[in-house]
């Protein structure tokens, strides 16, 4: 709350002391607040014109397409795997013991088969992605802004969001779905043989229950979640780097914030998948 002093009448030297009104100050807070968020959106906005505007050079983004996907696809198959691979033995084996007595076994199969095609294999593959790959992307291109590097580009004639960013997110939306299929099939695999090797689940069980109800739609709707996600961590990973400020500390500022926003951004994403798309599953 602020205050303003004025002397009093008289040359007594004593002062009256005029306080700003409180609603007005957090009138004032709100606003700011507001113009902050609303500055935010236009310049988010602005980086997605560019980036559409970006893809008209494929000569320059089309040579670097291949070593992001490297990066953010192939040098992640053993993070995403072994992620996969515990996540559906925990649900195989917590399935099991949870069941009520008189209930056929198949339905760990059937559980675990819709726990990770729909849900937990492209949301726990995503949001490990967003800690691995966005921080690097984040890091990546904060450290060539505070370098100076980006106004190098633009000194040489490059686009710098063709060259940096527009490679980075065809190969986030390519890469996420095929992790996302690498995890649902070794989080199955490994739900089956915990099921059979560890609890009275035998294998024509388990492949019975994985066989009951499937659709097709069932894995276009994972996959489909995966290439949002994908293009999240890459839209918001991108953009924090390429806003980066003030050296180092701008540079670590950056990547945790695009982690958090990115895990935050997958989460609404997948709310809301759910809430349009999940009446298509029956």
Known sequence: MSSTSLPQPGGTGDEVVLREPRALAVFERVARITAALFRGIGARVYFLGEIIRAFGEPRTYLPLVVGQMRNIGVDSLPLAGTVAAFIGAVTAYQTVYQLFPGVQLSAVGWIVRQSLVLEIGPLLTALVLAGRVGARMTAEIGTMRVTEQIDALETLAYDPVAFLIVPR??????????????????????????????????????????????????????????????????????????????????????????????????????????????????
């Open 169 to 282: 997110l065809l190969a986030a939306v390519v890469m996420l779905p095929a992790l996302v299929i690498l995890a649902d099939a070794v989080g199955v695999f490994s739900g089956y043989v915990v099921s059979v090797s560890i609890t009275g689940v035998t294998a024509e069980d388990f492949i019975t229950g994985l066989r009951l109800g499937f659709a097709t739609f069932q894995v276009v709707y994972s996959l489909l979640k995966a290439m949002m996600f994908g293009l999240a961590i890459a839209l918001v990973c991108s953009y924090e780097g390429y806003i980066t400020e003030a050296g180092a500390e701008g540079v670590g500022r950056s990547t945790a914030r695009a982690v958090v926003i990115a895990s935050v951004t997958i989460l609404v994403l997948d709310a809301l998948t759910a809430a349009i798309l999940a009446p298509l599953l029956q």
